[in-house]
């Protein structure tokens, strides 16, 4: 099987704002709501980007954290591509696929979502709009990029099928393209405090074979390069000296000190839900920190 060309394909997500903290009760749906939201998130896509009824539709009907998508590679996006090629009727017209739970209930792997990133207020389902010619597949993509985050909104009886077949009450159902999703987050991060760390996040997004570092005091020292991120782990002595603090005063900003393991903690998880590897680089005083994060 030859493999799917990622930069060819639009690729969005019909993003799913939760109601006051509640979860759905289905991880994914079953074959035949799986088809009938397929068959309406199509009409909305072509009612918005004409050019998407001319393209297969393919649907996870299933729902992701944002991070589970924004990934180096696109991994979710990539599964559904893969699913894509090899479903029966290429070359006979334009598909809707969709793939949800099997007979018995049950989520196949491709489509499990990562547990231990449940309980946001946004649930995401990604697709794929694939199967047309380059330039057709431009257009789409230039479309979509147009359209969705100002007009990306899903008729209310999309809203309302997914609402009743995922089982959690939903303010509002709308379309993203991956890179209106990153915008958003980009947002969310800024205003959570993390903004320092988006530049790492978008290089490995956007250029996982690049290079991105976080070098500004007092965050943590991170750099992102090789698909991984290698992170300063100072002892206290090392902090002090890395950042600039009199020996005298290391002591006294034990606490501060404790602050920024905090902090490392929590970017490293932000990472990690990114599916960016995340390493700890021992950094002692005296030692050159950022020669040891290159090495």
């Excluded at 019909?14 to 509640?22: F, K, R, T, V």
């Excluded at 009824?53 to 559904?80: K, M, N, Q, Y």
């Excluded at 090899?86 to 196949?108: E, M, T, W, Y």
């Amino acid at each position: 099987m030859s493999n799917p060309n990622p930069e060819m394909n639009a690729l969005g997500v019909m993003a799913l704002e939760l109601a006051g903290g509640e979860q759905p009760r289905a991880a994914a749906l079953s074959s035949v709501q799986a088809g009938e939201l397929a068959t309406l998130v199509g009409r909305d896509l072509a009612k918005l980007v004409p050019q998407a009824s001319s393209l297969d539709l393919v649907l996870a009907a299933a729902h992701f954290d944002p991070a589970e998508v924004l990934r180096p590679g696109w991994p979710v996006h990539r599964r559904l591509e893969e699913l894509q090629m090899r479903a029966p009727g290429r070359n006979q017209g334009p598909r809707q696929l969709a793939f949800g739970a099997d007979a018995s209930g049950d989520v196949p792997l491709p489509l499990q979502a990562d547990a231990t990133l449940a309980g946001g207020g946004l649930r995401v389902l990604p697709f794929v709009l694939a199967g047309g010619d380059a330039a057709l597949l431009r257009e789409t993509r230039d479309a979509l990029e147009e359209v969705l985050l100002a007009n990306g909104m899903a008729q209310p009886d999309t809203a309302l099928l997914a609402q009743d077949a995922f089982g959690a009450r939903i303010e509002h159902a709308r379309y993203f393209t991956v890179n209106d999703l990153a915008a958003m987050m980009a947002m969310q991060y800024d205003n959570q405090g993390l903004a320092a760390l988006w530049p790492l996040l978008e290089t490995a997004m956007f250029d996982p074979a690049g290079e991105q570092w976080l070098e500004i005091a007092p965050e943590p020292l991170l750099r992102y390069a090789g698909g991984e991120a290698r992170m300063a782990l100072f002892d206290p002595a090392g902090w002090c000296a890395h950042y600039g603090h009199e020996n005298g005063d290391c002591d006294r900003l034990q606490r501060i000190y404790e602050q920024f393991l905090m902090r490392q903690r929590q970017m490293a998880a932000v990472l990690e839900a990114h599916g960016i590897d995340v390493l700890y680089v021992h950094v002692e005083a005296g030692q050159d920190a950022k020669a040891l994060l290159v090495r």
